[in-house]
């Protein structure tokens, strides 16, 4: 189950994320929000990454204008790791060598097209398990 996310700016390509999904037949679950109506990304990022914190859902994806403010709300939930992702190779190396279990987009700064790339890219990639990127995650979480 991936948890998704997001505020008015992000909307229109959470949509798009979610038929990807669809297409793909993935499961998901959308926490908001539900239409372009101004709102506060924190909110809708943090519920996200509570669901994959406590493990109800096992990664999430969220989205806002610029996908920074909703990535650094997602990080503030323990045991998160979102990586805001701007590229193929971002979205392979974070789940490689960080073991991501978030991805966070910008829908002012990618396309619609290069989003649904990165996305199949992080769902698609697994963690590397080699010992030296599982000691520096280990070093993140403290």
């Not at 709102?39 to 204008?65: H, L, M, N, Q, W």
């Not at 002012?108 to 520096?136: G, K, N, P, Y």
Request: charged share 25%; with cysteine; hydrophobic share 40%.
């Amino acid at each position: 189950m991936i948890a998704l996310g997001s505020d008015h700016g992000g909307y229109d390509l959470k949509i798009a994320v979610m038929k990807h999904l669809e297409e793909k037949g993935l499961e998901y679950k959308d926490f908001g929000c539900y239409d372009k109506e101004s709102c506060d990304y924190p909110i809708f990022g943090r519920a996200a990454a509570k669901a994959v914190a406590e493990g109800s859902c096992d990664r999430g994806i969220v989205i806002c204008t610029t996908g920074i403010g909703i990535s650094i709300s997602a990080n503030k939930v323990e045991g998160i790791r979102c990586a805001l992702c701007t590229s193929l190779n971002q979205a392979k190396m974070t789940r490689l060598h960080n073991d991501a279990n978030m991805l966070a987009l910008g829908a002012s700064t990618v396309s619609e097209e290069l989003a649904i790339e990165i996305v199949d890219m992080f769902l698609d990639t697994e963690f590397s398990m080699e010992e030296r990127h599982q000691r520096r995650i280990n070093l993140i979480e403290g």
